[in-house]
């Protein structure tokens, strides 16, 4: 059975950067939507980024609008977070999930993904 693959969590201080990629143990990426998620202690789990089939519809939530960028590389093997001016709040389990097919925009709900991974911890300190 496939599994999505997150890496690149830890621990750091505010404002510094980390990279979170998501990759799938069958080796690709593509034909869907690939999103990051992350859950807060004792919060829901919420949509952060996501990015489509082919790369051309982004979207990201308000509250990392112009901090954080999603990208796929071209083989579609990998899709990766930057995550750059860090803040306390941003501290959450981040998760991949996948959502089969070919849509032109990349929003959607956490309903719309049927494959997830295990999720990597970020943690932010002030």
């Known amino acids: 059975q496939e599994q999505l693959v997150e890496s690149g969590g830890g621990l750091v201080q505010t404002g510094a950067s980390l990279n979170l990629s998501c990759t799938s143990s069958?080796?690709?990426?593509?034909?869907?939507?690939v999103a990051w998620f992350r859950q807060p202690p004792g919060k829901e789990r919420e949509l952060v980024s996501s990015?489509?089939?082919?790369?051309?519809?982004?979207y990201y939530t308000d509250p990392v609008k112009g901090r954080f960028a999603i990208s796929r590389d071209n083989a579609k093997i990998t899709v990766t977070l930057h995550m750059n001016s860090l803040k306390p709040d941003d501290t959450a389990v981040y998760f991949c999930?996948?959502?089969?097919?070919?849509?032109?925009?990349?929003?959607?709900?956490?309903?719309?993904?049927?494959?997830w991974g295990q999720g990597t911890q970020v943690t932010v300190s002030s």
């Open positions: 999930a996948s959502r089969w097919g070919f849509y032109n925009d990349a929003s959607g709900s956490i309903d719309d993904y049927e494959l």
């Open positions: 069958r080796g690709s990426l593509s034909s869907r939507t």
């Open positions: 990015i489509n089939w082919s790369g051309h519809s982004i």
